[in-house]
């Protein structure tokens, strides 16, 4: 498969992801497109790995920082679910929107 | 076969991708969210990364989703009113969105006919980098310094979920 | 790599002491203490050569050391001490079954800015953002109870999500085009490769989304408002600092020819406007925190003149304005944790009740704006300087809108010294000055040597800048 598809999936999910960021007010869906945009720099990651393969027999390392962002990955996921579990319990509710109220 | 199982995937994938963004409650979204992670798993398997295929499978699919099923259950939230979008934020996303994806393309279109490498071929199903043991090999040689760190990071995250959720 | 390890390492006994101490013990700060000197020493002696940690295969393809690295790191630790001093009381206030674990928070926090200041690989560069804003986003909601921690929290915590997905982004352009994480072989990168320019793009713009200046600034005043007294106060020094350098960092790293000649346009554009919005947001600012929030992001635009320059002088500028903005801020910051809301009128005749606060507070808020004879004067010059000298036909024209708009922040930081000096309190106002809490014995004399420290370094600055040639 030539690389230029494997970009155009991955930066129509990162969009795609990058637009729910935008327009969803609940705060875990927001999160899981965090988690999708996330999901398409690996993919986009292992492909250039694999580029690096057919050109010059390297490209581990590509592999390995997919590794790392994954392992990342998990360590913000628990934060993240942390911190929005300690905001449903004070206001009862996970809409961004509705934060930005109780501020004004 | 290849060929056909990346176009099946990609689109299964970009399908998920707007089912995640546009459902309109939480479980529906993690729900596709997993099919996204599968199909991206299957493409991992394309590429012969068979090691990050099942970890995405594992960590992603099986741990991290999980996670999300627990917090949206345990929360229980279903208020119409959290589905209420404003329709000039998703104006003003979608627009800039589209934007952005014009000109990331446009971007690799003409880098495509700039440099040569652009045409390389992300080989399928060949070569054995993506083997647990060679990325285990690489990993505890030369990679072992950003390991640790990243047990310091994943204290550091526990220390802070810990103290966030308790009462 | 010593101060790395005996930051984590100290994390990790912090973190452990729970066990042994009482709650709200005050043997907690001077333990963080203890380890903060202990980072002092250890950091200075691997400066000198003397190194007890060296995985010597490994150090330097993640990590380079040089004498900037040292010197900055001796600052931040410096920092941080003065910071542990003016804040340890409210430190175990804010979280009283929590006190040991924000510490060890905050020593991760720092490990991750040393793995800022000497990373020399995309993905040390990647685990240091991490490290150091994963604890960050915990620390903003510390406050449980509170709905604005919890706010900033979030909202510091998604935005924060959001700009590492773009980094990460940026870092896989990169490796598509050049194939490899080190920073060095970029210096093989033409610029017709337009992935890795794309890619070098998205990094540059995730980075200053952590610093927060203008384009990417809207979540700064929300989450500094929101997040504790204690903790804004870190945010606004020491982390902002660090990721500046990290910039830095990573612009030195590259040749002039894989930077382009946009680079400086774009740098141009981000400089000004931050500093319009920056400072045009704080003229009608109701209380002086989200004030100190707004002008942290006039002060960042300054220190990002350093950016433009790129050269000697912008080095030495950079570390005097880290210096002085730092300590500044942490003075102000220190005096606002005596007051419970902190509007303007609240400074009302506070020359009259606490003399030697609004003292320290005029120093500080002087140097924010740039008075000679304070460190402000100082690193403000330097980097105008800098600026002027980095030649191109922008760069005069640059000088002159960034004197303009140090002249606007004086406006609303001349505000706060006409209320303490000039305003007399409204007779009603009996009860907000038993609002204010008078400063502890060590407080002010903790104060009274940053104080000096700021006037010293606005007759001095080469003091500290020799330190680079050592």
Redesign the interface.
């Known amino acids: 498969?030539?690389?230029?598809?494997?970009?155009?999936?991955s930066?129509?999910?990162?969009?795609?992801?990058?637009?729910?960021?935008?327009?969803?007010?609940?705060?875990?869906?927001?999160?899981?497109?965090?988690?999708?945009?996330?999901?398409s720099?690996?993919?986009?990651?292992?492909?250039?790995?694999?580029?690096?393969?057919?050109?010059?027999?390297?490209?581990?390392?590509?592999?390995?920082?997919?590794?790392?962002?994954?392992?990342?990955?998990?360590?913000?996921?628990?934060?993240?679910?942390?911190?929005?579990?300690?905001?449903?319990r004070?206001?009862r509710?996970?809409?961004?929107?509705?934060?930005?109220r109780?501020?004004n | 076969m290849a060929t056909s199982l990346f176009w099946l995937f990609s689109a299964l994938a970009i399908f998920a991708a707007v089912m995640v963004v546009t459902s309109r409650l939480a479980i529906y979204s993690i729900l596709w969210l997993v099919v996204l992670f599968f199909t991206i798993s299957g493409h991992y398997i394309l590429m012969n990364a068979q090691f990050l295929a099942i970890v995405n499978i594992i960590v992603y699919a099986g741990a991290i989703m999980v996670l999300f099923l627990f917090v949206v259950m345990l929360m229980n939230v279903n208020d119409p009113n959290d589905n209420k979008k404003s329709i000039g934020l998703a104006i003003f996303g979608g627009l800039a969105t589209i934007l952005f994806l014009l000109s990331i393309l446009n971007i690799v279109f003409n880098a495509q006919h700039t440099t040569k490498e652009i045409n390389d071929l992300a080989t399928t199903s060949t070569g054995d980098i993506g083997l647990v043991q060679n990325l285990g090999m690489e990993l505890f040689k030369n990679y072992v310094l950003p390991f640790e760190i990243c047990g310091v990071l994943f204290l550091s995250a526990i220390i802070g979920a810990v103290t966030l959720g308790k009462r | 790599m010593n101060a790395i390890i005996i930051a984590s390492l100290g994390a990790i006994i912090l973190m452990l002491t729970n066990l042994f101490f009482r709650k709200r013990s005050k043997l907690l700060s001077v333990f963080a203490l203890l380890v903060v000197i202990l980072l002092i020493v250890f950091n200075t002696l691997e400066g000198q050569g003397l190194l007890f940690f060296y995985p010597a295969s490994l150090n330097s393809a993640f990590f380079q050391f040089s004498n900037f690295t040292y010197l900055f790191n001796n600052v931040l630790i410096l920092t941080f001490l003065i910071y542990i001093l003016l804040n340890k009381n409210y430190l175990l206030l804010i979280n009283p079954d929590h006190s040991a674990d924000i510490y060890a928070l905050l020593f991760f926090v720092m490990t991750g800015c040393f793995l800022l200041t000497s990373y020399n690989n995309l993905l040390s560069l990647f685990l240091g953002i991490e490290i150091m804003t994963i604890p960050l986003y915990v620390l903003a909601g510390m406050d449980k109870k509170n709905q604005k921690s919890n706010e900033a929290s979030l909202k510091y915590f998604l935005l924060g999500a959001f700009s590492t997905c773009i980094l990460l982004m940026g870092i896989t352009l990169l490796y598509g085009a050049t194939g490899s994480f080190a920073l060095n072989p970029f210096n093989t990168l033409n610029t017709t490769k337009l992935l890795g320019q794309v890619g070098m793009l998205f990094i540059f713009f995730a980075l200053l989304f952590k610093v927060g200046v203008a384009p990417f600034h809207f979540w700064v005043p929300d989450v500094y408002d929101g997040t504790p007294n204690v903790f804004t106060a870190f945010m606004a020094t020491i982390v902002k600092v660090v990721v500046i350098i990290a910039l830095l960092n990573f612009i030195n790293a590259l040749t002039p020819n894989c930077i382009g000649k946009s680079y400086k346009t774009i740098v141009l554009f981000v400089i000004i406007s931050t500093l319009a919005i920056g400072n045009f947001s704080a003229l009608s600012q109701p209380n002086v925190k989200r004030m100190m929030a707004y002008s942290s992001i006039a002060q960042a635009g300054f220190m990002l003149l350093a950016l433009y320059a790129l050269n000697d002088l912008a080095t030495q500028g950079i570390l005097i304005y880290a210096i002085v903005y730092s300590l500044s801020t942490l003075t102000i910051f220190a005096i606002l944790n005596k007051f419970s809301l902190a509007t303007f009128s609240d400074f009302n005749g506070l020359a009259k009740s606490q003399p030697l606060m609004a003292c320290f507070l005029t120093v500080a808020l002087l140097s924010l704006t740039g008075i000679p004879l304070t460190g402000g004067f100082f690193a403000k010059y330097y980097m105008l300087s800098a600026t002027f000298f980095s030649g191109g036909k922008y760069a005069l024209p640059l000088v002159i809108i960034c004197l303009i708009f140090a002249g606007i922040s004086a406006v609303y930081y001349l505000k706060v010294i006409q209320a303490m000096y000039f305003t007399t309190p409204p007779v009603t106002s009996d009860h907000a000055s038993i609002t204010i809490q008078p400063l502890a014995t060590l407080e002010k004399s903790i104060l009274l040597l940053v104080v000096i420290a700021i006037l010293f370094l606005g007759i001095f600055p080469s003091i500290v800048t020799q330190w680079l040639y050592f």
Do not use: H, W
């Open positions: 498969m030539q690389i230029q598809y494997y970009l155009y999936l930066f129509i999910l990162f969009g795609i992801g990058a637009l729910g960021v935008m327009i969803r007010r609940n705060a875990i869906i927001v999160f899981m497109c965090i988690e999708m945009m996330l999901n720099v690996n993919l986009l990651l292992v492909a250039f790995s694999k580029v690096q393969y057919a050109l010059n027999a390297q490209g581990i390392d590509g592999q390995i920082f997919v590794f790392f962002v994954m392992v990342v990955a998990a360590a913000e996921v628990t934060v993240g679910l942390a911190i929005i579990v300690m905001c449903y004070n206001t509710s996970i809409d961004i929107g509705l934060m930005n109780i501020k």
